[in-house]
């Protein structure tokens, strides 16, 4: 399976082992101490207007894999954020309210004072170059290189093809069989494409000894491969 190697070599797991938990357990490992609790508010109660005693506020969803990426930088970086809760299953995207932060109706979105982000990828970027401390990129041209092209071949080649909105569009039109090929064929060739970018690096971790971009976008985009691999 394509995405094995990676997977192993990101986190050192089993395949029969892997989960939500799984993930969570290892990335608290990964990012202590680094690791802030955010406080937390429902972007239905009202408050996306409402001053925040954070400097940064992020707009999530607990099952959007760009705003996993998101908070495991902030996570990394070990900068306190405040979590606004944004449901997608009840549409809370599509709020006027929402609309005026991201007309794209899209999370995650990073506000830090009087600037709004709402791409995954330039967030990532965006925190590195304003808070330097942990480094997301590696100093090595070639590594910081290599970090980059995964981190883009994850949110513009995979991750897109498999969001909730794309694969519900599959199946009313397709059927429930479509959405679930549709998802695993695009996403074996991703991983496909990953596994060459990567095939020669060493280490603990998929550029070397250190967390970087590469893994905050693996992680999650593993777990949904192997979710839509065994259904």
């Known amino acids: 399976m394509a ?21 969570e357990a290892r990335w608290t490992e990964m990012t202590s101490p680094y690791t802030q609790k955010p406080s ?12 925040s005693s954070s400097n940064l506020i992020l707009y999530s969803f607990w099952q959007s894999s760009c705003s ?9 970086k070990g900068l306190p954020y405040e979590y606004r809760a ?10 006027p309210e929402f609309e005026k932060i991201n007309p794209l109706r899209y999370v995650p979105v990073l506000v830090d004072g009087d600037v709004i982000i709402s791409d995954s990828y330039a967030i990532s970027l965006f925190l590195e170059e304003k808070y330097p401390q942990r480094p997301l990129l590696p100093t090595d041209p070639r590594r910081r290189t290599v970090n980059l092209q995964v981190a883009s071949i994850i ?18 039109r397709f059927g429930a069989e479509e959405r679930l090929l549709w998802a695993h064929t695009y996403m074996e060739k991703g991983f496909l494409a ?5 095939e020669d690096f060493d280490g603990r971790y ?7 971009m590469v893994s905050l976008d693996d992680l999650y985009s593993i777990y949904l491969y192997f979710y839509f691999s065994e259904i």
């Open 3 to 23: 995405s094995v190697t990676i997977f192993r070599k990101l986190n050192r797991f089993q395949k029969r082992t892997f989960s939500f938990k799984t993930i």
């Open 40 to 51: 937390v508010r429902n972007f239905s109660e009202g408050v996306a207007a409402a001053e």
């Open 68 to 76: 996993w990426r998101v908070r495991f930088a902030l996570n990394l």
């Open 86 to 95: 944004v449901n997608l299953s009840k549409g809370e995207q599509h709020t």
């Open 155 to 172: 949110s513009s080649s995979i991750q897109p093809l498999h969001m909730l909105s794309v694969l519900k569009h599959i199946e009313d």
């Open 194 to 198: 990953l596994e060459k970018v990567l």
């Open 206 to 212: 998929a550029t070397g000894e250190e967390v970087y």
